[in-house]
């Protein structure tokens, strides 16, 4: 039988290992496949540009649309919009299967590519978009697809845990551990996409779409960085047995009516130290999934990376690269139950806050009264002896710590308690405020 | 369209939940196959006998050889060899696609069963033969198919984790940690399956099968159960900073002429406290896989039960289904590689040895003569206390316990260095022996 005929388009760190995986591992993945797979281009901004890479010159071209339309495999890792949406639906009008890692373009448009997919009756996978090497999406479009998804709970940004995983274990701010990330090369010199929890807030959409069988564009997605995130946060949360952790959180709930909702949000949050995304380390990746009749599963592994990214990438190749030749095509856009997207404000979520109160009878009731008035249960109270601040000598009149956790509410009563708090006489400050998960 | 028919071959556990899931679901199920499916009918023993489970009494049925030439997806659970193959040997030559559980026979016999979907143009699908509600076998099977997987670590049965789990916390016995197992509903009332090692001896042959493109059957797995773990062996891994598990240990590596092998073993290892392995408690399930590009990957989930195991079944009953709707088939064998198993005398190990000695000058030269002999270097030694022992007391000379771990070595080396030790005059017994894994 004919070679497939594979392009590639972009050859950054991806994928410079894609095309480097599919020439020295050839013969392996043609055992697998069934035929050979061959590399009909890969197309580049400059091709004359000297590359650390060992594949014919001739291959390199600037004509990514020509290129398209030579072969029956398209891998683009380009990343964002354009040109990379018009070169995937090109391609699949071309009638090739298309293989992205492109996280933003789906989160943005998933639909659109799903659409020209399923009229051309070509395939559409995105392994590497969430959670690089980790088989994340196959098991949740496919091995999930008899259960029911809860709730997914996922470290899917390798920067932000690895800045935060330094704040922890060196006690660094967050300005200084961006800068040790930088480094070492896990964080970009502008890393906004990461810190302020863009790039998780893509893949949360995807893992939601996936999970609730409902369409998440990033937009939908509420997101919240860990820009604000402080070393007094952080030494909050050792004090009370948990770790600060970026979570991309996607929920399916009832909301008080009964009516079937999901909601979808990145941001910082407080877990307990034994819950198994707490001990992700570094820049690793994690997502934990409960399901119904599954129970609770976790997913572990490199989220980033040439390497790890080209394993998932080269998975999907395989796949759609079978389908050529034994026929089929994978799963399509699966929206059917398109459930509404609760607003922030009304998710239920639990809030660990810390107050600066001034040291005398009275406060604490004080303090639990505006609790009671937004109808939010408090859990624990815990006070504490105040840190010494530097820029504010002991002078004024003695003060305290209060530390107080909060049952679940509505996300919205939380953040007007928050606010009622701080105007509060005898609240200085309101030291820190973060969401609690990982519990119930 | 028409209905897909279902029939289902066993009505225990898994059987129950995955017919109840079939009715309860069954609007989701229509809208994510694109046809409904239709429960066909059960095939049981006693169709008369009474069961939890509120679906139409006239579909149970003791005639299974006719149920399956009526279906379009036959499920089965029954679990062992016959009639299990032989139903579904007819069930694939009447055209039906196939989903089992059924570890044993994948691990005995699953070449049969692969000709057979091949021959007759079905699918074959098992993810729930292996760790349960885990994705595992689909990532193997597709995920990683751009991959090279090294290796393969798993905790892959609950009970005997359980097991473990149970002396290790409360420092019971075995015999007494079986017991609480059996009384939990845990362990069954003959463990004998579960101790000895042989339900993770089959997962280990599955296992390594789909890891390395090489046909493995149980008979090719060494394996070891737990019934010789002892309080002194936990104990003594405790106080080496590990935690010992049954581990299914499928590896990749080169002989000393260059010539790729595969071993595969299952028996009881130290790991250290830190490898994400050790934190798997209670009856869990995890697998940890490293592949070339991919690196370091971790499945964590449930690994037994009516419903968790019902959810990986019906993720492959959609799959299936999607395939009788939109054609196409899921991958079949993949042997190509047919790597030779290297017997377990030739696989490097490394062990942990505590010996009860004389407690006096030259013994640990005497020793360490012994490792020498057989060319097994030592990594480190540590003299401790001896335990004191009811049945012996201190009567006879002084004594002391040295605890020995090596680098790695031939396994054969290694037992024959055991051997040696007990026959020494200065060693009075070899108190516990354990091989260590999940460093390197």
């Known amino acids: 039988m004919e070679p497939l005929r594979v392009a590639l388009l972009g050859c950054g760190v991806v994928g410079t290992e894609v095309a ?15 035929v050979p797979l061959r590399l009909e281009g890969v197309a580049v901004r400059r091709p004359g540009r000297p590359r650390d ?6 291959l390199f071209t600037s004509d990514a649309a020509g290129l398209v339309r030579r072969a029956d495999v398209v891998v683009e890792v380009i990343g964002g919009i354009e040109p990379a949406r018009g070169l995937i639906l090109s391609a699949m009008e071309a009638g090739a ?11 943005e448009d998933g639909p659109t590519l799903y659409g020209a997919a399923d009229k051309h009756g ?5 392994e590497a978009a969430v959670a690089g090497a980790i088989p994340l999406l196959r ?23 690895y800045v935060l995983d330094k704040m922890h274990t060196t006690g660094a701010g967050f300005a200084d551990a961006v800068a040790q990330a930088q480094a070492l090369g896990y964080a970009e010199a502008d890393p906004t996409a990461d810190v302020e929890g863009f790039d998780a807030a893509a893949k949360a959409a995807i893992l939601a779409s996936l999970a609730f069988h409902t369409r998440v564009a990033a937009a939908d997605v509420h997101r919240e960085g860990i820009t604000g995130v402080t070393a007094a946060d952080v030494a909050s949360a050792q004090a009370m047995g948990a770790v600060v952790k970026l979570l991309a959180i996607c929920e399916r709930s009832d909301d008080p009516d009964g009516v079937e909702s999901v909601s979808v949000r990145v941001h910082p949050a407080m877990i307990p130290a034994a819950h198994p995304l707490a001990g992700v380390r570094e820049a690793f990746n994690a997502v934990f999934v409960e399901a119904e009749a599954a129970g609770e599963l ?31 095509r994978g799963p399509g856009e699966s929206a059917y139950a398109d459930l509404p997207v609760r607003p922030m404000g009304q998710v239920r979520t639990r809030y660990h806050i810390s107050l600066d109160v001034a040291d005398r009878p009275g406060v604490l009731a004080q303090v639990a009264q505006v609790f009671a008035a937004h109808q939010v249960s408090i859990e624990t109270v ?8 530097e820029e504010e000598p002991q002078a004024g009149p003695p003060r305290a710590a209060l530390v107080v956790v909060t049952h679940t509410a509505p996300d ?21 405020v973060m969401r609690v998960e990982g519990e119930d």
Request: hydrophobic share 50%.
């Open 97 to 107: 299967s298309v293989v992205t890692a492109n996280k933003a373009l789906l989160a």
């Open 298 to 328: 976790m997913f572990y592994g490199r989220g980033a990376g040439g390497q790890p990214t080209a394993s998932a990438v080269l998975g999907d190749v395989i796949t759609v690269a079978r389908h050529r030749v034994a026929g089929g």
């Open 382 to 389: 815990r006070q504490q002896q105040l840190p010494h601040r």
């Open 139 to 161: 098991p949740l479009r496919e091995s999930l697809a008899g259960d029911r998804v809860r709730r997914v709970l996922g470290i899917v940004n390798g920067t932000t845990n």
């Open 412 to 432: 919205a009563a939380l953040a007007a308690t928050v606010e009622a708090l701080d105007s509060l006489d005898v609240v200085a400050a309101v030291a820190s």
């Open 122 to 126: 070509v395939d559409l996978y995105f």
């Open 53 to 58: 890479l060992d594949i014919d010159q001739a």
């Open 20 to 34: 480097r995986l599919l020439t020295t591992h050839a013969d392996e993945l043609a055992a697998r496949v069934g």
